[in-house]
C-alpha cells in the first residue's frame, strides 16, 4: 500500500513537472465566453503548434497576477484583459511590451498587422481580440405597440414607461447619459469624451440618469453579471436594459424574443497581454500560442460561438465569405457583429484612457449619486 | 550537612535534574502548540501587519523624485514653483522615462489626482526631446496638469515617506497646500455615507436575526429529541448551501414578477399592476442577509438555552411570578452568554459582506468591502485598500471592546 502511493505520488509529481513546464496557461472571463475562445482558436493553436494550452477562469482586474509577481511566483501567461487594465499593467510593468508587426502574423494578403486592426491599441501591451458592444435591448413580447429604436428611447420614460436596467458603475451609463442629452458621437468621434472632460460635462451626464432613476415612471435597476440583463428583460423586471451584445444574441438563441438596439452603442474592446516572466515567456512558447491565436483565422474562428467580433479586418472577410458561420449552421453572423454597417450608423468608441486616468474620482462622485437615489 | 546538597543517582544535584526534566515537558508542550502559533503568525499575524504597513508606507514615490521633493520644500503652495522646481523635477524624471521605470508613478499620482496618469504618459513621451533650459516653459507646453497649481500641491503632499492621507481619504479629508486637514469635495464625499450604511445594514440584520433566532432557538432547545433533530437539520441546510446560491435563489423569490409578489397579489394585498419592490433595494438586503447569517445566532443561542435546566422556570413559577416575571428574571439573564456571542458573530460577519448586498441591494447594496474590493481588484490602490481594511479592523475591536466593558468577555459562550 504505502509502495502504490509514493508511486502515485512520484507519477504525480513528474505528471505536474511535465505539463506545467510545456503548458501555456490563459486566462480568460469563463462562460459562454471562454469556451469561445477555447474552442474557437485554443483548441487549434494547440493541436498546430503542439504546445497545450490551459484554460483558467478569473473576474477580472489585475490584482491576482500583481500577487503573483509580488510573492515571485507567476503561474499565468496570457491574460484576457479590458484596455485600462493594458494601461495599468504595462505602467506596472506586470506586462511585456509587444513590437507589435514583428510580434503579430500578417493577414494572409501581407499587410502587417499594425494595419489589420481596426485601430491602435491603447498600450505597448495590449493585442486586440474582440470587439463587443455596450448597446440596450428590449423585451419584443412585452414592450407593446410602440418600440423604441434610438438611445434617446431609452430614457424616454412617458412612451415607455418602467424600469430601466444600468450597469453599476459609471463606464458606460455616463456615455450614453451624455449622448443622450443631445452630444452626438457620430461614427465614434472624440466629442463625447470632450464634453464629458469639460466643466460640468460629469456633473450633466449624471443629473440625466439621475432624473431617469428618480422619475416615478422610470427607475433604474442596476446590473452587477453581465447574465442578468437578458435575465431581467426576460422575466419582466425591467422594460429596456443595457448590455453586452453577446449576451443578448445568446439570449436571443435560446429563443427569448429580445431586440438589440444599436443606435449609439459603445464599442468596446477586449485584450490579451503578455505576462512577463510568465512560464512560457523565457522559452517564448506563450508568444508562440498568442501570435498564433491572434492569427486571421485564429479571430474568426471564437466568432463560430459567439456573437462578438473579432479585431481583424481580415478575418470578417473569411466569415463573410463563410456564412452561415455560427455553430448552429443556420445563423449568419455578420448582421450580428457590432461592427456590422447596418449597427454602427452612430457609436461611441471607448475610451480606455478617460477612464484609466479618471475612474477613481468619478467613482467616488457616481457612488454618491446612487446614495442620494 | 546542611549545605551538602542531594544528588541524584548520576551526581547531578536533584534541583538541577529536575528543573532539566521539566524544561523538556516544557519544551514538548510548547512543541505541541507549535504549528498552531506558527499557523496564526502565517495566517493571521503577518498578513495584518502587513496590511497595516501597506496603508502608511510611501516611500516609492519619495526615493523616485528626490530632487524635485527637495526643491517643494521652500515652495508656498500659492503660485506655479519656479524654475529650479521644474528643472528638479526633469533632473528625476528623465532618467525614469529613459529607463521605463516611469510607470509606478503615474499609478501612484494618479490616486492622488485624476489626470495625473495621462498627462506624465505625454510628458514620458516628449521629455527625450527637451532642451536643457527653460525648463518650466518646455513642461507648461507639454500637458496642461504643469499649468495647474492643484497637480503640484499633490504631488507636493505626497512627500513624507509615512503618511496617514489614506486614512483621511477614508473619512472624506485629506491635505490642503498648508497640510491641514480639511474635508473633500462636496460631490466626492462618500466614504462617510458607506461607512454609516455598513453600521447600519450589520446593526439591523443583527437584530432581526437575534427576534428570529431566539424563538427558534428555544423551541430547538425543549422539544424532544426526534423533534429537535429535524429542526436543527432544517436551521443548517442553508448553511451547507453555497453563499452565491442562496443569493441567487432570494433574487428568484423577491422580484417582481416572483412567487412571494405573486403570493401577496393573490391575497389581494396589492394590486396586479403596482406590486411591491421586495429587491433593489434595503428590504432585498435585510432579508437575504438575516437568512443567511442565521444560522451563526442559532446556534450559540441554542447550545446555551440547551444548559438551563427547566426546572428553574417551574421554581419560579411556584414562588409566584408570572410565566413573563420568571422568563424575564430567570431565563432571559441566563441567556445573556448567548446572545451576547450570537450577536458578535453576526455583526463582525455582517459588517464585511459585499456579494449578498451588491447582488440584492441595488443602489444601496454598495458598502465598505465593496470598496475595498474594488479598490484591490480594480484600481490596484492596496495602499487605500489596506487603509479602509484597518479601520474596519479597528471598528470591529471597538465593538469588542464595548462588548466587553457592557457585558464582560468572560460572559460569553459558544457552546
Known amino acids: 500500500m504505502k509502495k502504490i502511493s509514493k508511486l502515485l505520488l512520484a507519477l504525480s509529481f513528474v505528471l505536474s513537472i511535465t505539463t506545467s513546464a510545456f503548458a501555456v496557461t490563459v486566462v480568460s472571463w469563463g462562460g459562454a465566453y471562454t469556451e469561445s475562445q477555447k474552442l474557437g482558436y485554443g483548441d487549434p493553436t494547440a493541436a498546430k503548434l503542439g504546445i497545450p494550452v490551459n484554460w483558467v477562469d478569473y473576474t477580472g482586474g489585475l490584482s491576482e497576477i500583481k500577487a503573483q509577481k509580488e510573492a515571485g511566483k507567476i503561474t499565468w501567461d496570457i491574460i484576457d484583459v479590458y484596455a485600462k487594465d493594458t494601461i495599468v499593467g504595462c505602467d506596472e510593468g506586470i506586462f511585456h511590451e509587444f513590437d507589435f508587426d514583428k510580434d503579430f502574423a500578417p493577414a494572409p494578403d501581407g499587410t502587417p498587422a499594425s494595419q489589420d486592426f481596426f485601430t491602435g491599441m491603447p498600450s505597448k501591451c495590449a493585442v486586440g481580440n474582440i470587439l463587443y458592444s455596450w448597446n440596450y435591448a428590449y423585451n419584443d413580447a412585452t414592450i407593446g405597440a410602440k418600440k423604441p429604436n434610438s438611445l434617446k428611447d431609452f430614457f424616454d420614460t412617458k412612451n415607455f414607461p418602467g424600469k430601466r436596467a444600468i450597469y453599476k458603475g459609471a463606464m458606460s451609463n455616463l456615455e450614453i447619459a451624455i449622448t443622450a442629452d443631445g452630444v452626438n458621437p457620430g461614427k465614434g468621434s472624440d466629442l463625447t469624451y470632450r464634453k464629458l472632460e469639460a466643466d460640468g460635462g460629469i456633473d450633466r451626464a449624471m443629473n440625466k440618469l439621475k432624473a431617469l432613476c428618480t422619475d416615478p415612471n422610470g427607475g433604474c435597476v442596476f446590473w452587477n453579471a453581465g447574465a442578468q440583463p437578458p435575465e431581467l428583460l426576460a422575466n419582466g423586471e425591467v422594460v429596456m436594459a443595457t448590455g453586452w451584445n453577446g449576451r443578448f444574441f445568446n439570449a436571443q438563441m435560446e429563443g427569448t424574443p429580445l431586440v438589440q438596439v444599436w443606435d449609439g452603442q459603445i464599442l468596446d474592446y477586449e485584450y490579451f497581454a503578455l505576462v512577463k516572466d510568465g512560464p512560457g515567456y523565457a522559452d517564448g512558447s506563450a508568444m508562440k500560442v498568442l501570435r498564433e491565436m491572434t492569427s486571421t483565422e485564429g479571430l474568426a474562428g471564437s466568432a463560430k460561438y459567439i456573437a462578438y467580433a473579432p479585431w481583424r479586418k481580415s478575418s470578417i472577410a473569411i466569415i463573410d465569405a463563410g456564412e452561415p458561420w455560427f455553430k448552429d449552421g443556420k445563423t449568419s453572423m455578420v448582421q450580428h457583429m457590432p461592427t456590422a454597417p447596418a449597427n454602427t450608423k452612430r457609436y461611441i468608441l471607448m475610451n480606455p484612457d478617460f477612464w484609466a486616468d479618471n475612474q477613481d474620482e468619478i467613482g467616488e462622485k457616481w457612488e454618491a449619486m446612487k446614495a442620494g437615489l | 550537612m546542611s549545605t551538602e546538597k542531594i544528588l541524584s543517582s548520576d551526581g547531578i544535584p536533584l534541583e538541577i535534574s529536575l528543573k532539566k526534566a521539566e524544561r523538556k515537558n516544557k519544551l514538548k508542550a510548547l512543541m505541541l502548540v507549535g504549528p498552531l502559533f506558527l499557523f496564526l503568525i502565517i495566517t493571521y499575524i503577518f498578513p495584518i501587519g502587513d496590511m497595516l504597513f501597506r496603508s502608511v508606507d510611501d516611500r516609492m514615490i519619495t526615493q523616485k523624485l528626490p530632487n524635485t521633493f527637495a526643491a517643494l520644500e521652500k515652495w508656498d503652495g500659492k503660485e506655479l514653483p519656479d524654475e529650479a522646481t521644474y528643472e528638479a523635477f526633469y533632473k528625476d524624471f528623465y532618467p525614469l522615462a529613459i529607463n521605463k521605470e516611469a510607470g509606478k508613478l503615474y499609478q501612484r499620482l494618479n490616486y492622488e489626482k485624476s489626470g495625473f496618469s495621462s498627462g506624465l504618459k505625454k510628458t514620458n513621451r516628449t521629455i527625450k526631446k527637451f532642451e536643457k533650459a527653460n525648463y518650466k516653459e518646455q513642461f507648461m507646453a507639454t500637458h496642461k496638469i504643469w499649468k495647474d497649481v492643484d497637480y503640484w500641491i499633490a504631488l507636493k503632499n505626497t512627500a513624507p515617506n509615512w503618511s496617514y492621507a489614506k486614512y483621511l481619504k477614508g473619512l472624506d479629508l485629506k491635505f490642503d497646500q498648508d497640510r491641514n486637514i480639511i474635508q473633500q469635495d462636496e460631490d466626492r464625499r462618500i466614504h462617510k455615507i458607506l461607512w454609516l450604511r455598513t453600521i447600519k445594514v450589520a446593526f439591523w440584520v443583527t437584530v432581526f436575526c437575534f427576534l428570529l433566532a431566539y424563538p427558534i432557538s428555544h423551541l430547538l432547545a425543549t422539544l424532544p429529541m426526534k423533534y429537535s433533530n429535524l429542526l436543527m437539520i432544517c436551521v443548517l ?128 447594496g454598495s458598502l465598505i468591502s465593496n470598496t475595498i474590493a474594488y479598490h484591490m481588484k480594480s484600481s490596484l490602490d492596496w495602499s487605500f485598500a489596506a487603509a479602509l481594511g484597518s479601520m474596519l479592523l479597528v471598528g470591529v475591536l471597538t465593538i469588542y471592546w464595548i462588548y466587553n466593558k457592557l457585558v464582560g468577555i468572560d460572559n460569553i459562550k459558544l457552546g
Open chain 2, 237 to 364: 441546510l442553508p448553511f451547507w448551501t453555497s453563499l452565491l446560491v442562496r443569493t441567487s435563489s432570494w433574487m428568484v423569490l423577491l422580484q417582481q414578477q416572483g412567487p412571494i409578489n405573486d403570493l401577496i397579489v393573490w391575497l389581494g394585498w396589492a394590486a396586479d399592476d403596482n406590486r411591491p419592490e421586495l429587491m433593489y433595494n434595503v428590504v432585498g438586503t435585510f432579508v437575504a442577509m438575516t437568512q443567511i447569517l442565521l444560522p451563526f445566532m442559532v446556534l450559540p443561542l441554542y447550545s446555551v438555552m440547551k444548559t438551563i435546566s427547566p426546572s428553574l422556570m417551574r421554581a419560579g413559577k411556584s414562588l409566584g411570578g408570572t410565566p413573563f416575571t420568571a422568563f424575564r428574571q430567570i431565563y432571559f439573564p441566563l441567556t445573556i452568554p448567548g446572545i451576547g456571542a450570537g450577536c458578535l458573530l453576526v455583526f463582525i460577519l455582517a459588517i464585511g459582506y459585499y456579494i449578498t448586498p451588491a447582488l440584492v441591494g441595488g443602489a444601496s
